[in-house]
């Protein structure tokens, strides 16, 4: 059946021929400039549905770049810290050295000698704990309990709590 009504074009802005890069590119959780890390205990806790995409995703990913000669990657948890307030365990981690110069100030040096100007306004990846919960951790030790809170009505009186069957 024909319609002299034009088409009706989809609303928004067009879609983009990047749009993985685009997502990327905006401050997101486990991803740098080279890398997006998913925790596997994370992934391996998704609703099943998730899980089943991901895997054909991630088959297909492996397919077609199996060809490359892939390295063994070591990801290490990290945080931005100012260079100032690491210890000496972090600066050496980072490659950097102090060292107390003639007036007694504080000199902070990369590991080829040159001294960092401003150490005050540089900040440093370090080594850190890993706050992700692992596979055989319970992930819900430190979350609230589910369900809904109880409500304060600011008259003295609560909800009675539901009963436990």
């Known amino acids: 059946?024909?319609?002299?009504?034009?088409?009706?074009?989809?609303?928004?802005?067009?879609?983009?021929?990047?749009?993985?890069?685009?997502?990327?590119?905006?401050?997101?959780l486990g991803v740098d400039q080279?890398?997006?890390v998913l925790p596997r205990s994370l992934v391996e806790g998704m609703p099943l549905?998730?899980?089943?995409?991901?895997?054909?995703?991630?088959?297909?990913?492996?397919?077609?770049?199996?060809?490359?000669?892939?390295p063994v990657y070591r990801v290490v948890p990290s945080r931005h810290e100012r260079l100032v307030?690491?210890?000496?365990?972090?600066l050496?981690?980072?490659?950097?050295l102090v060292?107390?110069?003639?007036?007694?100030?504080?000199v902070y040096?990369?590991?080829?000698?040159?001294?960092?100007?401003?150490?005050e306004d540089k900040t440093v990846l370090v080594s850190c704990l890993d706050p992700i919960p692992k596979e055989h951790e319970n992930a819900n030790q430190s979350t609230p309990p589910r369900g809904f809170?109880?409500?304060?009505?600011?008259d003295g009186y609560s909800p009675a709590p539901a009963p436990r069957w």
């Not at 040096?109 to 150490?119: K, M």
């Open 1 to 28: 059946m024909f319609t002299p009504d034009p088409i009706p074009r989809p609303a928004g802005p067009p879609a983009s021929s990047t749009p993985l890069r685009d997502y990327l590119n905006h401050a997101r």
């Open 34 to 36: 080279g890398y997006a």
């Open 49 to 70: 549905p998730w899980q089943q995409q991901l895997t054909h995703l991630l088959a297909e990913f492996h397919q077609v770049y199996a060809h490359l000669n892939w």
């Open 85 to 90: 307030d690491l210890d000496e365990d972090q």
């Open 92 to 96: 050496a981690e980072v490659g950097c």
């Open 99 to 106: 060292e107390i110069d003639t007036d007694g100030e504080l």
């Open 109 to 119: 040096r990369e590991r080829n000698g040159q001294r960092i100007e401003n150490p």
């Open 149 to 154: 809170p109880v409500q304060n009505l600011g």
